[in-house]
């Protein structure tokens, strides 16, 4: 678990992602979900709510510190090679 001050806390962030990991859609349970940076902190991302949303664990430890749109452009590519292998 991460631990930021302000106004709002792990709740918020859990419905704000209406309880469903952002990345894949599965339903989380709140005693398992990850709090993910969609703009990461060592890339000038914030703690503001705004910037947080609920992740599963896998999606989480996949994502790393790739942002959303680096990290799907990785997925197709990945997915594209795999396509190519089997022919």
């Known amino acids: 678990i991460i631990w930021f001050s302000g106004v709002f806390d792990k709740k918020n962030i859990y419905k704000n992602g209406?309880?469903?990991?952002?990345?894949?859609g599965k339903k989380l349970k709140y005693s398992k979900f990850t709090i993910d940076?969609?703009?990461l902190l060592s890339k000038?991302?914030?703690?503001?709510?705004k910037?947080?949303?609920?992740?599963c664990e896998e999606c989480n430890l996949i994502k790393a510190d790739y942002l959303e749109a680096e990290l799907?452009?990785?997925?197709?590519?990945?997915?594209?090679?795999?396509?190519?292998k089997k022919r």
Request: charged letters at 25%; a negative charge.
């Open 72 to 84: 799907y452009e990785k997925m197709m590519e990945h997915s594209l090679s795999d396509e190519v």
């Open 18 to 24: 209406k309880c469903r990991c952002y990345l894949c």
């Open 51 to 55: 910037n947080l949303l609920p992740a």
């Open 37 to 39: 940076h969609i703009y």
């Open 44 to 49: 000038e991302g914030s703690n503001e709510l």
